[in-house]
């Protein structure tokens, strides 16, 4: 069970001086069986090699550890709770490693080989700009289970025509299959957020695309829903938006949030020629 043999979560933070910093998005879950949970919706990670972000004082590495997991890489730009997972290194038998730094400018499918996955309770002012480096690299991955603010959380799995519906439901979508597994409450962590949390699966889809059909569905996107309220002619002006749509047959008196994934990707491809050949969109 999590914390046998080892000291208790709030007796590390004190151990380490782990106030959480607002500067660091820092909001240490403590509650053994959410972390239980968690570790759960994860799957089997039998053999997997697992990257953790930001562990803060080690609740989740710990139940990550008591799985069959071949290894876990925590990475973490805290020097203090850097500290403390060190500590528990120690006794992992060589399967945890600590990598003290940006997890932003980590590139994990160097630091692991595969299988890998990532489960992490992501540090909230860094959440969104991780995942989207993590979609445009999806395939190195086998699945991702991560903790976001329940508001990017419903993000993500948004569907269409809904409030919540933009580029970072689509950026998903694109690649995975996305589910919100877990909603969790904010006294269940220290200090509590003044928001509730929420756990979403991702798994990449066998099919990935290109580098440079990723970057063109960026594009698309940004340029689609920074003026989601006009209608496609006109919040697609700067990128060809009368030949693009009309080359992916879709209306142009349509708005952003009322077109499928399956209809971005017909856009996204569409603009790719123009990009590829570096003539103006």
């Not at 500290?83 to 940006?102: F, K, M, Q, Y």
């Not at 989207?132 to 991955?141: K, Q, V």
Request: glycine share 8%.
């Amino acid at each position: 069970m999590i914390g046998d043999g080892l000291p208790p979560l709030r007796e590390v933070i004190a151990r380490h001086g782990l106030l959480a910093r607002k500067s660091l998005g820092q909001h240490f879950l403590l509650d053994a069986n959410l972390i239980r949970r968690i570790v759960r919706e994860a799957g089997d990670l039998a053999g997997r090699h697992v990257a953790e972000i930001g562990p803060g004082p080690g609740g989740l590495t710990r139940a990550l550890l008591e799985t069959a997991a071949a290894s876990v890489t925590a990475i973490e730009i805290d020097p203090r709770a850097a500290a403390a997972i060190r500590d528990l290194a120690a006794g992992s038998g060589g399967r945890l490693r600590v990598i003290e730094g940006d997890a932003l400018r980590a590139d994990i499918a160097q630091l692991l080989p595969p299988p890998r996955r990532i489960v992490a309770n992501l540090p909230y002012n860094v959440a969104t700009p991780l995942l989207l480096g993590w979609l445009a690299h999806a395939s190195a991955y086998e699945a991702m289970t991560l903790m976001f603010q329940q508001e990017v959380a419903e993000r993500i799995t948004a569907p269409p025509g809904s409030a919540e519906y933009g580029r970072l439901a689509i950026l998903a979508q694109w690649t995975c299959a996305v589910g919100l597994r877990l909603r969790i409450p904010p006294a269940a962590f220290v200090p509590p957020p003044r928001v509730w949390s929420a756990v979403v699966s991702l798994q990449p889809h066998p099919s990935q695309p290109p580098p440079a059909l990723f970057a063109a569905m960026e594009r698309l996107t940004a340029a689609a829903f920074g003026q989601r309220r006009k209608m496609l002619r006109s919040a697609l002006k700067a990128i060809s938006g009368d030949a693009l749509l009309a080359t992916a047959d879709i209306d142009p008196t349509r708005r952003a949030e009322t077109l499928t994934v399956p209809e971005f990707d017909r856009l996204a491809r569409a603009l790719l020629p123009a990009i590829s050949s570096g003539t103006p969109a």
